[in-house]
């Protein structure tokens, strides 16, 4: 049974910084690409990054370029989205996703993904 659960939310001033995690079980992490995504109240769902297997490939959204990091670490089935110069724009529900297929067409649409957690509250306060 695959599981993802995400964890390290909360409340933030702007400026702040805050680090995300996804915990993975139930397929083998290693093989498949993770995404997050996230979703304010009132608005849909949007992308927000992306990791290939190996890590070799990252994809950001532009709103996120430059302050957000994805990582993964294969060997704790983890991945991360460490949040830097947060603004109150990027108060939302944040969620991370898996792909468990071979082939794909984008990493940035959510209709990719096989999988996703229950998702983690961030809050940033101006």
């Known amino acids: 049974q695959v599981q993802l659960v995400e964890s390290g939310g909360g409340l933030v001033q702007a400026g702040g910084s805050l680090r995300l995690s996804c915990a993975a079980s139930?397929?083998?992490?290693?093989?498949?690409?993770m995404g997050w995504f996230r979703q304010a109240p009132g608005k849909e769902r949007e992308f927000v990054a992306a990791?290939?297997?190996?890590?070799?490939?990252?994809y950001y959204a532009d709103s996120v370029k430059g302050r957000f990091t994805i990582s993964r670490d294969n060997a704790k089935k983890t991945v991360y989205l460490q949040m830097n110069s947060l603004k109150p724009e990027d108060t939302a529900v944040y969620y991370c996703?898996?792909?468990?297929?071979?082939?794909?067409?984008?990493?940035?649409?959510?209709?990719?993904?096989?999988?996703w957690g229950q998702g983690t509250q961030v809050t940033v306060s101006s």
């Open positions: 996703a898996a792909v468990l297929r071979r082939s794909w067409s984008s990493l940035t649409r959510d209709l990719t993904y096989d999988y």
């Open positions: 139930g397929y083998t992490f290693s093989s498949y690409p």
């Open positions: 990791i290939s297997w190996s890590a070799g490939n990252t």
